[in-house]
């Protein structure tokens, strides 16, 4: 580092946060980076199981939780898919959609690492370096750290939420709202494994695609159980949106109608026995658990009672599970809250009662479902704060 005073101190160097810096670079601004921990975009390295999936061909604002739903269009709306996806061409980063429009680097979450650190090259960097305060006055920011004290004429907070501990997380953004007067929303766990109080630990490591739903919402796709209880992206997906007391429910065999195969099978395959005919669908462990839950024997699918179908039917089609608790930050992908977006303009992500702060990322209170929904906005809300250092000079 050659200066202190700059037109903008970026503190993260997460996914948002280097995304702001090569967005404000585009625009000639000088850029600091503030880093507690030695290495930046810890997270974006092991997302995806280290091929991150960074964005999604279905894309809205029906994909993000937030006290304010409607926050995040304009952000959606400023940063596009497909112009991001012309870019990686450009930049001969490969990717590929898996199921449910996902769109995961092909080789390895790297790339996408290295391209944005080549955005990015032109800011200073301060690895390492721990805040002890950060003020304003007279329209410039003053940060004191461990390394020195910087001045800027905006700062950007991109400091995400605190879920993965090991990481190095911390409250920084919620605190600093704080401090300036802004609402905050407790951060709560969330696309995190549920925990039961009698877990079904005979089918720990069992995974099938299923419906998960709460309320009005629901998701297909795999179920895991676990020795704890359940997990698994359709569980993920619906933790986001638990509360403790919620109920939620398990489609097993989502868009087929197991009374009316029943009622076929009972007449074209008379010998066949409930547990084989269930194993057309499931595996044998998951057959032998459905009959032993709904105490029904291994009798001819012909024997079965009216009553017997409908408690195989009602079994299947709506199980529930009334979890007692989440995994914690330990296992939580992300945080449901954080920044209150009712402080922030969310079209350029700067605190209204505050000029030139700004709040990016995980720390504001907007949660992505499953599915790349997450590094996008941090990409996106990023982008546009970065873009908007124009009027901030020092
Ligand atoms: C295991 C795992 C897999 C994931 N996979 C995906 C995926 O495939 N797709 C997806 O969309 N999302 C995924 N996510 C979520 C996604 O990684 C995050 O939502 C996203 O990285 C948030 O970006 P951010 O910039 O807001 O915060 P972060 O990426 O968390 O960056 C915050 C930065 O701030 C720094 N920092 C924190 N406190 C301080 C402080 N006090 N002072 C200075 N610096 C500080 C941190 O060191 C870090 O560098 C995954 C998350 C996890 C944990």
Redesign the pocket.
């Known amino acids: 580092m050659t200066r202190n005073k700059y037109d903008v101190i970026i ?7 280097i995304m702001a810096a090569a967005s404000a670079l585009k625009d000639n601004k000088t850029v600091l980076v ?4 030695d290495t ?1 975009l ?3 390295k ?3 199981g280290g091929r ?3 964005t999604n061909l279905d894309m809205s604002a029906d994909h993000y939780i937030s006290e304010n739903p409607h926050f995040v269009k304009s952000a959606l709306k400023q940063f596009d898919v497909s112009d991001f996806l012309q870019e990686m061409d450009k930049n001969n980063i490969q990717y590929h959609e898996r199921k449910l429009g996902q769109i995961f680097c092909k080789n390895s979450a790297t790339d996408i690492i290295d391209y944005l650190l080549d955005q990015s090259k032109g800011a200073d960097f301060s690895f390492t370096t721990d ?1 002890t305060s950060l003020k304003k006055n007279n329209n410039i920011f003053e940060i004191k750290t461990n390394s020195g004290s910087f001045n800027s004429a905006s700062v950007i907070i ?4 605190i ?2 501990p090991n990481l ?3 409250n ?1 953004a919620v605190e600093t709202a704080k401090n300036f007067g802004l609402n905050v929303i407790d951060f709560t766990p969330a696309l995190v494994p549920l925990r039961l109080e009698n877990p079904y630990t005979e089918l720990a490591g069992t995974a099938f695609p299923c419906k998960t739903s709460i309320g009005k919402k629901f998701f297909y796709d795999n179920l895991l159980f676990t020795h704890n209880g359940l997990s698994g992206p359709a569980i993920l997906k619906v933790s986001s949106y638990w509360r403790k007391g919620d109920t939620v429910g398990i489609d097993l065999l989502p868009n087929m109608n197991i009374k009316q195969i029943i009622d076929q099978e009972k007449t074209s395959n008379i010998k066949q026995r409930i547990h084989s005919f269930l194993k057309n669908y499931f595996t044998a462990k998951v057959a032998n658990w459905i009959l032993y839950e709904t105490d029904i024997d291994n009798i001819n699918i012909q024997g079965l009672s009216n009553n017997q179908i409908d408690l195989l039917h009602n079994f299947i089609h709506f199980f529930t599970v009334k979890p007692v608790g989440d995994m914690g930050y330990d296992m939580a ?2 945080c449901r809250g954080g920044v209150d977006t009712k402080e922030l303009s969310s079209k350029t992500f700067e605190a209204n009662k505050v000029p030139g702060l700004y709040f990016i ?3 504001i209170d907007i949660a ?1 479902n499953l599915g ?5 906005f ?1 990409f996106a809300s990023g982008f546009i704060a970065g873009k908007c250092q124009s009027n901030n000079k020092s």
């Open positions: 503190i993260g160097a997460g996914a948002s946060g503030i880093d507690n921990q930046p810890r997270k974006v092991i997302s995806g991150c999936n960074f805040i991109s400091t995400g939420g879920s993965f190095g997380v911390s920084f992908e992300i990322g995980e720390a992505g790349g929904y997450n590094i996008w941090a």
